[in-house]
């Protein structure tokens, strides 16, 4: 398929052929869903605990004697039955990530890309490079361009004066080729992907 290629003041720069087998896919929610899920379970922290009846801090002695009180019999106050005891099979510190083959955490990306292609969403970008890192330039052309909550995907590596003058706008996030994901791409209203990018992956994803 053929996309017209911008610059950053608007003008055209004339066309660019993107690879059907990965911009040209049905997009399919079942596998942007599960590529989704391994990344957000992969980020997940897991540092949840809660302490046990070992570890809370109360006397470990016989509440009460075991019979003839006429109430229940008891051990100490660390029991899950009282207030403030332990907690019994409370959460610990643990990895909620899982195994998704490289294969199909591939595929999920092309698909992403072919979603945004579908949808209209994809802007291909003849370079993301300023000539210095200030933010007010960079601003005034994303204003121009309308892009309201946009991903700009560069090449092998982003141009320093770029990304100091993207990191102050919101909305604006941007990322190597290396660093294109399922997640980051759907978050966003705007895929707008340099030359180099658009190379850059089709190499990655071939």
Do not use: C
Not at 3 to 22: F, P, R, S, W
Not at 134 to 141: D, E, F, G, H, P
């Amino acid at each position: 398929m053929k996309l017209d290629v911008i610059k950053l003041d608007g003008e055209a720069a004339g066309t660019v052929d993107l690879g059907d087998d990965v911009f040209g896919l049905e997009p399919r929610a079942d596998i942007l869903h599960r590529v989704v899920r391994w990344q957000r379970n992969k980020a997940q922290a897991g540092t949840h605990k809660v302490k046990t009846r070992s570890e809370t801090s109360y006397s470990t002695k016989k509440i009460y004697r075991q019979k003839g009180t006429g109430g229940a019999r008891h051990g100490d106050r660390n029991a899950p039955i009282f207030r403030k005891g332990g907690i019994y099979k409370g959460p610990t510190p643990r990895s909620h990530a899982h195994d998704l083959t490289k294969k199909f955490r591939k595929l999920g990306l092309k698909h992403a890309l072919s979603a945004k292609a579908q949808a209209g969403n994809l802007v291909v970008l003849e370079d993301a490079a300023l000539a210095d890192g200030k933010t007010k330039s960079l601003a005034q052309a994303v204003k121009k361009l309308g892009w309201k909550r946009a991903l700009v995907i560069d090449g092998a590596e982003v141009n320093a004066n770029f990304a100091q003058a993207a990191a102050n706008i919101d909305g604006l996030d941007v990322l190597p080729s290396i660093g294109a994901n399922v997640y980051d791409i759907l978050k966003r209203d705007t895929l707008v992907i340099t030359k180099a990018g658009v190379e850059a992956l089709e190499a990655r994803l071939k």
